[in-house]
């Protein structure tokens, strides 16, 4: 098995796109392969590949394979792109990539792939040193000796790189730092109970995962000192769009003292978005919430709701670590 340093569940070389299909984990490590904006598409919206950062590197390589396809057709790749960004409403980084994707577009007769994949490229690696500077900025926040409870899964199968919390967490314990590694389980999809807990055991960082309603014991226990989590889109105000059930855990840390922090890169930032108010928060098929509880077919009469993001006030948030450095409150991402 690949460290987790060197390991990431998205792989691109001379076209071929590949992604590790979450789905599975941790049961089977099998990959997909990705030849078309349908099956991109169709791999973003399936949760194959998720995580906000992760979106947006895929749909990125997704766009260098439309170029391929649509060469000399400039308006059909635009409609490619149109079609990728729709794939998953919540996180910006999907448009984020997408529009930097537009941006490298060289205006030619023919469209540049090169220039296209090495833009791809560059996004991911990007990720990557993003990830680095993001962990050791949220490390240094962390006193010695605490214990951290994290949401859904914000590690190398949600980004480039090391990660956004995840990473914060990592480097916190290899410190010395974290002591006590805390992981909700995540309803209805179960990022915590497969995806953290495969990425900690992978990394050798021993952990906890409980249910998300034992938070309040365990903050009320004195156990935790931070929460740390990633972000799929944060507005100018500092609301935080993440994974539903962050707004329930910051209100409960802020009853019990615990300090809360969202880590997640600058393409997380939405500086033309106020407040979290106008985020479009996704909602899925209830089908997610039954298959959680072992239900195949719902009797008659059983309806489920099943947002799958909330809006964190930011007045909740203690810091927001991105690779530019910790920011505190109040904050202000306008510019
Ligand atoms: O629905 P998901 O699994 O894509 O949701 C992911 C999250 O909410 C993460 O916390 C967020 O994308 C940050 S990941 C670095």
Known sequence: MDKLENFCAIRYASGVLELLDQRLLPAREQWISIDSVDSAI????????????????????????????????????????????????????LSWAIERMRRADTGGERLDAEALEREAVAIHAEDIAANQAMAEFGAGQIEPGCGVLTHCNTGALATGGVGTAFGVIAAGYRLGRI???????????????????????????????????????????GEIDWVITGADRIAANGDVANKIG?????????????????????????????????????????????????????????????????????????????????????????A
């Open 246 to 334: 962050t707004y329930s855990l910051a209100v409960l840390a802020r009853h019990h003292g615990v300090r809360m922090m969202v880590v997640a890169p600058a393409s997380t930032l939405d500086p033309a978005m106020p407040s979290g108010d106008n985020i479009a928060i996704e909602q899925r098929d209830g089908e997610e919430i039954w298959r959680a509880a072992g239900i195949d077919r719902p009797p008659a009469g059983f309806a489920a709701w099943n947002p799958v993001f909330d809006i964190t006030p930011g007045e909740l948030v203690d810091c927001i670590v991105t690779e530019q450095g910790v920011h505190q409150p109040p904050f202000d991402f306008s």
């Open 42 to 93: 169709a791999a973003i919206s399936d949760l194959v590949v998720r995580g906000a950062p992760a979106i947006g590197i895929t749909a990125a390589y997704a766009a260098v394979i439309a170029a391929r396809t649509h060469a000399e057709d400039r308006a059909a790749w635009q409609r490619e792109l149109n079609r990728l960004v729709r794939a998953r409403p919540t996180a910006v980084n």
């Open 179 to 221: 002591e006590r590694v805390y992981a909700g389980e995540t309803r209805p999809w179960l990022q915590g109970s497969r995806l953290t807990a495969w990425e900690l055991a992978r990394a050798g960082i021993p952990f906890k995962v409980l249910i998300e309603g034992a938070a309040a014991s365990l903050m009320a226990s």
